[in-house]
């Protein structure tokens, strides 16, 4: 069976559906056994205390990076049916900016916060809260910034086409910069606060 | 006594097989700040639906009586609650409290999370989408813009971090 089934008519859009809450189950899952419905353990990030955050981050990635490459190698997965996301690069550097700042006051990302709540943090009930007031201000108030937010735009850009380099060797890259990005952020963890904490 | 979390490498794989689901089955990427937005939507179209209706950006989520609710990522939504949910439950860890530092009150840190949250709100939809839909997914699609924006989110986090360090630390 070639993926994306739904969008090879292979299963219904109900089933799809119902794949949708299946995988946020384990999604769900993961994030609360992973420790991320904690913001004391979010927060440690920030402060290289405990780098189990951009750890299963990089992992995720670098997991997911060379799975999709895999399959389209193996021809399971038909690519070009698969949706990618467009970059529009100073917004997103923007936003990116102000979401780290959000993260380190607030505690979570938006995942983690509905992980959160459901297994009763109150900081993350109120943290949903706000976030729902922040996009309704976004929307609301989109004619402030609706130029910015489309400036920039590069369509689907990818590090390979930005490199100039094969699909391969962009996968690999990534895969190094996360497995050295993940052994050096935990060596500073272990320099700054010690092997226990 | 609650259960050992998991290894953040075999989280991390975990993670990463939900991505290559969603675009096995679904031919898109996971995401958890869409349902959030979506549900904002649906609230506004009951105590100010004109709201909606004029604004460029939302209007599109109620065009014609849709329901903002009636949306892939809000049926992931739920399941991200349904999967937390009993993971809390098998690790013992469901319990009403809030989770902060020892040298700020509960009332600070609330108000901490609140403003937290609603940067975070508004940098989800500048960025169309966020550390889940828009870091990781974008992140493992290659995507310049989504790895920009992670690195983005470090260098936010990193800048402020000592200026709320009582709230944590």
Known sequence: MIGPLVN?????????????????????????????????????AFYMKDVDVPVVMFTAIVTAAIG????????????SKMYFLPSYLLPMIAAGFIFGIGMAVGGFCPGTSLASMVTGKIDAMVFVGGFLLGSLLFGDLYPIWDKFYNSNGFGVFRIDQLLNINLGLAVLIITL??????IGMRKLQYKFWGKND | M??????????????GIAIILTFYISGRGLGASGAMTDFAVWIQNIIAPALNHSSQYFSKYVANGANPLDDYLVFMGVGIMIGSFL??????????????GP??????????????GVLVGYAARLARGCTSGQALVG???????????????????????????????
């Not at chain 1, 109900?14 to 979010?42: E, M, P, W």
């Not at chain 2, 998991?6 to 975990?14: A, C, E, L, Y």
């Not at chain 2, 993971?87 to 902060?100: C, I, P, R, T």
């Open chain 2, 2 to 15: 609650k259960k050992k979390l998991w290894d953040p490498i075999f989280g991390g794989i975990m993670i």
């Open chain 2, 103 to 116: 040298n700020i009150s509960n009332k600070g840190r609330l108000w901490y999370a609140l403003i937290g």
């Open chain 1, 68 to 79: 999709l490459w895999g399959m389209s190698l193996l021809g399971m997965i038909d690519t």
């Open chain 2, 139 to 169: 992140g493992a699609e290659l995507s310049v813009g989504s790895w920009a924006f992670m690195f983005s989110i470090f260098a936010g986090g990193f800048a402020v971090a000592y200026f709320v360090r009582r709230q944590w630390l």
């Open chain 1, 177 to 182: 910069l996360g497995v050295f990005g993940s």
């Open chain 1, 8 to 44: 090879n008519g292979i299963i219904s859009q109900g089933i799809n559906t119902l794949a949708a809450v299946l995988i946020g189950v384990l999604f769900g899952y993961a994030l609360q056994r992973s420790g991320f419905t904690n913001s004391r353990k979010i927060s440690a």
């Open chain 2, 87 to 100: 993971a809390g439950m098998v690790s013992k860890d469901l319990k009403f409290e809030v989770l902060k």
